[in-house]
C-alpha cells in the first residue's frame, strides 16, 4: 500500500494531465443562511450490509475479472512500422473560470495547452494485452515510467511486473492520440513525441489481443 501512495504521490503531473484539469472549477465558496432541517433516511451503513448479505460473492470472486464493467478498455491495433509521431493537444474551456471575487479568469472558448503549464515527469507506455507486449516491455521500461494497457489486465499485469498498471480509457485515447500499440509517449517541450514499435514480423496489423 505504502509503495502505491508512493507511485500516485511521485507521478501527480502525469495523473493530473491523465484524469485532465478540470477548467470548470471554481475558487469561490458557497454558504448557506437560515433554518436547516435533518434529513430522515435509512441508515446507509446498515443498507449497505443488507445488500452485502445477499450477494453470492463465491461467484464474485470466481468471476473473470476482464468481464467486469470496470475492466472494459479501448483496444488498438498492433503497430506495423516503427516511427515518430508529433501531437500537440489543445484545450478548450467550456464555461468562464472566476476566482473569488468572482472576476473572470479565463473566458469560456479559451483555448490553451496544458504542456505549456506543465513537464510530464517520465514517459508513458501503452502495450495491449498479449505477452509479447510484456516480453517487449521488459526491455524497454524504465523505473519511472508509467504503464498503461489497452484491453489488457491491470491487475495481472502488475503482479507479474511488480509495479502499478493502469487501464487506458477513451479519454486517454484521444488525449494522447494514440493510434497503435505499443508506443511510447514522452513531453517535448509543448508537445508529445509518440514512438510506436512494431514488435511482429507477421500479423501485426491485427487488433492486439
Do not use: C
Not at 503531473?13 to 484539469?21: A, E, R, T, V
Not at 498492433?78 to 501531437?87: D, F, G, L, S, T
Not at 516491455?137 to 509495479?163: C, M
Amino acid at each position: 500500500m505504502n509503495a502505491m501512495v508512493s507511485f500516485i504521490r511521485g507521478r501527480g503531473l502525469i495523473l493530473l494531465l491523465l484524469l485532465g484539469l478540470n477548467p470548470t472549477l471554481t475558487l469561490s465558496q458557497s454558504l448557506t443562511l437560515g433554518q436547516t432541517y435533518d434529513i430522515v433516511e435509512p441508515d446507509v451503513l446498515e443498507e449497505i450490509k443488507q445488500r452485502a448479505q445477499g450477494v453470492d460473492w463465491q461467484a464474485v470472486y470466481q468471476k473473470d475479472p476482464t468481464s467486469w464493467g470496470g475492466f472494459q478498455s479501448p483496444r488498438l491495433p498492433n503497430a506495423r512500422h516503427q516511427q515518430v509521431r508529433e501531437h500537440k493537444p489543445v484545450y478548450i474551456v467550456e464555461q468562464d473560470v472566476i476566482d473569488r471575487q468572482g472576476q473572470i479568469i479565463y473566458p469560456k472558448g479559451y483555448v490553451y495547452n496544458p504542456l505549456q503549464y506543465l513537464q510530464l515527469p517520465s514517459r508513458i507506455i501503452f502495450i495491449g494485452r498479449s505477452e509479447a507486449h510484456l516480453i517487449w516491455l521488459n526491455t524497454v521500461i524504465n523505473e519511472t515510467d508509467t504503464i498503461i494497457t489497452a484491453g489488457g489486465d491491470p491487475i495481472t499485469l502488475s503482479k507479474k511486473i511488480g509495479r502499478p498498471v493502469f487501464l487506458l480509457n477513451e479519454r486517454w485515447l484521444q488525449r494522447f492520440n494514440l493510434q497503435v500499440v505499443p508506443s511510447i509517449v514522452e513531453q517535448h517541450k509543448d508537445r508529445l513525441l509518440i514512438t510506436e514499435y512494431a514488435i511482429y514480423q507477421e500479423a501485426s496489423h491485427e487488433t492486439s489481443h
